[in-house]
């Protein structure tokens, strides 16, 4: 079988709420591989919740989907405070990613609670600012950002990242919005151990197959490197989400 758009491949998937130092539950969701430990581990930032960004973004519900099955990664989504998702509702307010900073170590604690090994963030837009100014903590390996644009993050959150030391990668759609590849390799020039990847044909939404494909395959690469490159097609049992496209 072909792994389709809707394909929901073998996970162990529960709810889970994450408790911010400020007092607020956040919804989440994390999906294990099915029956094995994880070899490294998903923690994942969505896109800007006031434009529709939130868990269930298509990316990040594809990496639910798929990479426990295909590379044993777990994958933990989340909605920051105030973002609804079909999971519920997080608590507290859009904070314009000031306080999103105790959602981004709620999220780094349950993945050190729970023994979740080797986790890296994975921030998508919004998301990327909320790794590139919260992240850089020592319970994680690197940062992989999907169409940064670098707004609300500047140059003092490159260097500190710089100092960090911990590897980063940057996924820049050429057709970007708000970044494109050129302009990326300057700015993260900052960042000696940053990677900036231009991917031809892309946009800031990553819409279509062939976008997910290679944003999951370039995560894959770097936490889960054996198990690159992904599959495309799958022989054991499946489901299919019919709630999303």
Do not use: C
Not at 37 to 65: C, F, I, N, Q, W
């Amino acid at each position: 079988m072909q792994i389709r758009a809707s394909t929901v491949l073998p996970a162990e998937r529960e709810p889970i709420t994450l408790q911010t130092a400020d007092g607020l539950r956040l919804v989440g969701e994390l999906a294990r591989p099915a029956g094995r430990e994880p070899v490294a581990t998903l923690l994942t930032l969505h896109p800007l919740p006031t434009h529709g960004g939130m868990m269930d973004s298509h990316v990040y519900r594809k990496a639910a989907y798929r990479l426990p099955a295909l590379a044993g990664v777990a994958v933990l989504r989340f909605n920051t405070r105030g973002t609804s998702s079909r999971q519920g509702t997080s608590e507290g307010g859009f904070g314009d990613g000031e306080t999103e900073r105790y959602d981004v170590a709620a999220a780094i604690e349950y993945a050190e609670f729970a023994e979740l090994p080797h986790p890296w963030l994975v921030g998508w837009s919004f998301g990327t600012e909320l790794a590139l100014r919260w992240g850089a903590d020592p319970l994680v390996e690197g940062a992989v950002l999907l169409s940064p644009p670098l707004r609300r993050a500047g140059d003092a959150d490159l260097d500190a990242w710089a100092e960090f030391g911990r590897p980063l990668v940057a996924l820049v759609p050429e057709f970007d919005d708000y970044l494109r590849p050129p302009e990326a390799r300057e700015r993260f020039a900052r960042v000696p151990q940053a990677e900036v990847l231009g991917v031809e044909g892309a946009k800031h939404l990553w819409v279509g197959e062939s976008s997910v494909r290679t944003v999951l395959n370039e995560i894959v690469r770097r936490v889960a490197p054996a198990a690159h490159p992904l599959p495309t097609e799958w022989d054991g049992p499946y489901e299919t989400d019919s709630a999303f496209d």
